[in-house]
């Protein structure tokens, strides 16, 4: 809607990327080398491509590598080897067309909601006049409207999460990633908030890679669910989860719903881990 | 410290919390507890000293202290020592806090420079500062510049320690955020690695404008004809004993305005912070 006919402002794509590969993962290995240890194996042949505009999830036992996995793509954390581009784009450093939602708000306390959202604009040097419209738009779709001038502390910790998410969208990111963003909510206001995500996502058009710990979430929420192995984390499988949109919580009583929980959670029954 | 609580009440970001608290006596006791060991303590110490008839060259009493007091507030050359001692610490302790938030930065940016003048530092920090003041007398004379000196050295180092502290405190994870949004150093260094020092700094001046006070009078002690570390050897001298306490009431009361006027500024700029870390006091 609104927030989706300001256009793109990312830079054009690189030469003849397809939006069915817009995030492309080949044969992506990571191994960390403690200094005087034998290196852990974290990811072997990781092969993952993303559509435009797709919703992806990434589930798996503790320690499967998940996060790493959402790391690489943010460019935090170098691959060992393999290829990673984002709408054609290697990526080795944080790349200006990906937005980011952290396990924790990680709000500036220091800075109103509103200057905390205008965060990734200030970086990268946009247009100030219109990237605080987008950020206003942004903060209206959230329901954050007249919390604009309140400090970080002042609101709860969905209503942070929130902000956090509108923080991610402001440059209007190619990819939004997603590090398990509703952990550290209640079950209630993570309900609330995944139905909110998806509202989001379908007005602001995002590709999201989301990482969680939930699979009953992963579900709900993606049109495919990645299922990662135990350490070193390989793809067990990817699921397609056929379910019409829009969807709201009545699908997750469904019994296809349920069909694809159960099948998720075979995985980690099988290694025997519970999660 | 009731003072700060009723500062705190006024704190600009938290604008629904109702201003009624402030007068609560249930919710802060300290509001009339403060007031009244102050006055429990000046009557007991009046009557005291009468009742067991202590002398006044020894201990004078509170009225005594207070007459004198107003007698050196009533001396136009009272306020030129008092201008004199505030001089010599306010410049002092812009010169020693100036240095060392840069020193400081420069420190906690470069790793070299760490390592370089971590040891030195350390090793000077545990030298009694006090005891370099006949030294700073003799280099730079009786006048205005060695307890300039005396005050900068002195307040120097706990703004060293809190700023280069303050600047390595900042959250990792705010750092990775500002990374992945494509932050360089000098954005991360401006927009979370200053703003969390801010606290540490302000720390750093609290204990640095006392500092400071205190290195003006030790240098007034040890070589000077004015200022008010003067007036007190010399109201000591004459055996003015009421007059060198009326001395150190003022010089207490220099401190705390000091002391008062960082807090205001601190919760202004640095509102966030609910308490300070004090570190190197």
Known sequence: MAIKAMGRRTRPPAAEVSEGTWIEVAALDKRYQPRRSAPTQALVDINLTVRRGEFISVVGPSGCGKTTLLKILAGLSPKSAGTVRIAGREVTKPLPEVGMVFQAPTLLPWRTIFDNVMVPAEIQKLDPARHRERAQQLLDMVGLTGFERKYPHELSGGMQQRAGICRALVHDPAVLLMDEPFGALDAMTREYMNVELLRIWRESGQTVVLVTHSIPEAVFLSDRVVVLSQRPGRIAEIVPIDLERPRDLGVMSSDRAGVYVDRIRAHFNAASVID | ?281
């Open chain 2, 1 to 281: 410290m009731a003072t700060t609580e009723v500062v705190g009440g006024a704190r600009t970001p938290a604008p629904e919390k109702p201003t009624r608290r402030r007068l609560d006596l249930r919710e802060r006791p300290q509001l009339w507890l403060v007031p009244a060991v102050f006055v429990v303590v000046v009557l007991a110490w009046e009557y005291g000293t009468e009742l067991f008839s202590v002398d006044e060259y020894v201990l004078p009493r509170p009225s005594q202290i207070f007459d004198a007091l107003g007698r050196q507030l009533g001396d136009g050359l009272f306020w030129s020592h008092l201008w004199v001692t505030s001089r010599e610490a306010l410049l002092g302790f812009l010169i020693g806090v100036g240095a060392a938030v840069l020193l400081g930065t420069f420190i906690s940016q470069v790793k070299v420079v760490e390592a370089t003048l971590m040891p030195y530092i350390v090793a000077f920090q545990t030298v009694p500062k006090v005891a370099l003041a006949p030294l700073f007398v003799l280099w730079f004379g009786f006048g205005l510049t060695s307890k300039v000196v005396m005050a900068a050295v002195i307040s120097f180092f706990p703004m060293l320690v809190n700023v280069i502290e303050g600047l390595r405190a900042a959250d990792a994870d705010r750092i990775q955020m500002l990374t992945v949004f494509g932050a360089g150093r000098a954005q991360i260094f401006r927009m979370v690695r200053l703003p969390t020092a801010l606290p540490f700094i302000f720390a750093g001046l609290d204990i640095g404008i006392v500092f400071a006070i205190l290195g003006a009078v030790v240098g007034e002690f040890i070589g000077a004809k004015e200022g008010l570390g003067y007036l007190l050897l010399q109201t000591n001298y004459n055996f003015d004993i009421s007059g060198m306490f009326a001395v150190l009431v003022v010089l207490s009361v220099m401190g705390l305005v000091a002391h008062f006027v960082i807090r205001l500024l601190q919760r202004r700029l640095a509102f966030w912070a609910e308490d300070t870390r004090v570190i190197g006091a």
